[in-house]
């Protein structure tokens, strides 16, 4: 008989050994997951459990089904981003299982997670039975012990009084990330760390702790004086009323795919306007009919003429995010990215690969708690030694990062790959030439540098190619025709 068993990377691999008492000896078994099974991994299950078929959610949507899906989230049951999202991992969710239990209509199956990107009441809904294993991140102990405390906590009157004494003498929501500016004969009051965004911005922002109280006590000026301003990762900080007698923008803060069918920037409250860099990043507003300009006081930052190594010592590879933001996103991409430069690593044993894991890759949500240090542990078992994890440290508690770090890999970076990043944008600025990675069966994400003439790799097969002809004169000339493309977009308005 089939045994069909869905699980996410949270599933701790060395509990699967706890399924063996619902398989039998004769049965076919199919491990079904959101991620990518790693090298290591699949000699881990094959030494445990022998020969199995092995499937992904990727497997089952194409680019225009998960399109739908992303435009199907986007209804009457929303009100916020977050709901937005509920919605997409849903409605993935029951596709795929109309799908998976058409092909394994006779299977036995089992459900291992609830996290990660499944859902598990349609899974259940559809015949699944739930097993327990041993998780990185339990989502219901967490939920539960906060509840426990809670409980505890309301029988308590003096832990009540002392609950409430804190409440009101509160931290500013603000921290430190309180600046301001004059443009123009207008006041500018930026919310949020500059570290992501400040390179982009031509203000002369400095710290105003008056700025901060005035915030803190509530207290905000009209839209005749004062402009309000953050970046798109720091929203949640800008707790300016949603009334049209005030001015909040969300800037651009990363490169936005124009052909992004996610609707999440949709739901923003309603005196809120984007600003883009430029017309490549107004494309996504556009595509989706959202109001957007491109940053006044924005500077424009021309891409310099690349320094072309005459031999590459070093790549930097510089991954994206994935969550339930939209249905075009599977937590497996991220796998395939690894599993692609690992083959890199095997084929150019003198090129060192330094391989920069997406910080948010970390958040329970995102792509898992132990996502980085899973690919520590591949990269360990290749026993290849020129290829290993760059070391910035996540922060689990912010959306917005450092660029600190960043820069320390591009010092040492002859080219930089990304499948979507702005980290080869901020290489290309540093002199460094860049090639964007699909990997996948859905579009380039990358699309809107891929119009403009920059290389786009589809297999491991490019990458090596692009890696060994980037000293080549006339593949140099083509690259130096998109760096000109890119500096007359900059220019357009």
Not at 318 to 341: E, I, P
């Amino acid at each position: 008989m089939d045994k069909l068993f869905l699980f996410s990377q949270n599933v701790k691999l060395s509990s699967l050994i706890k399924i063996k008492r619902y398989i039998r000896k004769d049965d076919k078994i199919i491990f079904f997951t959101t991620h990518h099974l790693f090298e290591n991994e699949i000699d881990f299950l094959k030494n445990n459990f022998g020969l199995f078929e092995y499937i992904t959610f990727s497997m089952f949507l194409n680019d225009s089904e998960q399109e739908a899906i992303d435009k199907a989230a986007d209804s009457e049951k929303v009100h916020n981003t977050f709901d937005y999202y509920n919605q997409v991992r849903l409605i993935k969710n029951q596709r795929i299982a109309e799908k998976v239990f058409q092909k394994y209509k006779d299977a036995e199956k089992f459900i291992i997670s609830n996290d990660l990107g499944i859902e598990e009441s349609v899974w259940l809904k559809s015949g699944f039975k739930k097993i327990n294993c041993e998780y990185y991140y339990n989502w219901g102990e967490r939920k539960s012990l906060k509840n426990r405390i809670k409980n505890i906590v309301k029988k308590l009157p003096f832990a009540v009084a002392i609950y409430k004494k804190i409440k009101e003498t509160t931290i500013s929501p603000y921290g430190d990330d309180v600046y301001s500016a004059e443009w123009n004969g207008k006041k500018y009051i930026f919310i949020g760390r500059l570290q992501r965004i400040g390179y982009r911005i031509g203000l002369n922002l400095k710290k105003d702790e008056k700025e901060k109280e005035r915030l803190d006590k509530k207290q905000f000026y009209p839209k005749s004086e004062c402009e309000y301003i953050t970046s798109i990762h720091e929203r949640t900080k800008c707790t300016v009323p949603d009334s049209s007698e005030y001015d909040v923008r969300y800037i651009q803060d990363g490169y936005l795919p124009p052909n992004y069918s996610a609707c999440d920037l949709k739901y923003i409250p309603k005196n809120v306007q984007y600003y883009s860099w430029d017309v490549m990043g107004s494309r996504q507003f556009q595509c989706h009919n959202i109001p957007v300009s491109i940053m006044p006081f924005g500077k424009k930052l021309y891409m310099p003429e690349p320094k072309f190594p005459k031999k590459v010592k070093t790549i930097l590879v510089a991954t994206s995010g994935t969550g339930d933001w939209t249905a075009q996103k599977n937590r497996s991409d991220d796998d395939l990215m690894v599993m692609a430069f690992v083959e890199v690593a095997r084929r150019l044993p003198d090129v060192e690969i330094i391989y920069r894991a997406h910080p948010t890759w970390i958040f329970p949500e995102h792509v898992g708690v132990n996502s980085i240090n899973r690919v520590a542990e591949y990269f360990e078992w290749t026993k290849f030694s020129n290829i290993h994890l760059s070391s910035n440290i996540p922060n689990m508690k912010v959306l917005s990062f450092p660029r600190s770090s960043l820069e320390e890999d591009l010092k040492k970076a002859d080219i930089v790959f990304g499948e979507h990043s702005v980290s080869m944008i901020d290489g290309a600025f540093k002199n460094i030439p860049f090639a964007s990675v699909n990997l996948t069966t859905r579009r380039d994400f990358a699309c809107g540098l891929t119009e403009l003439g920059f290389p786009n790799c589809k297999s491991a097969d490019d990458i090596v190619d692009f890696i060994k002809n980037i000293s080549d004169k006339t593949y140099q000339a083509k690259y130096l025709e998109a760096v000109n493309c890119y500096n007359k977009m900059t220019d357009e308005r």
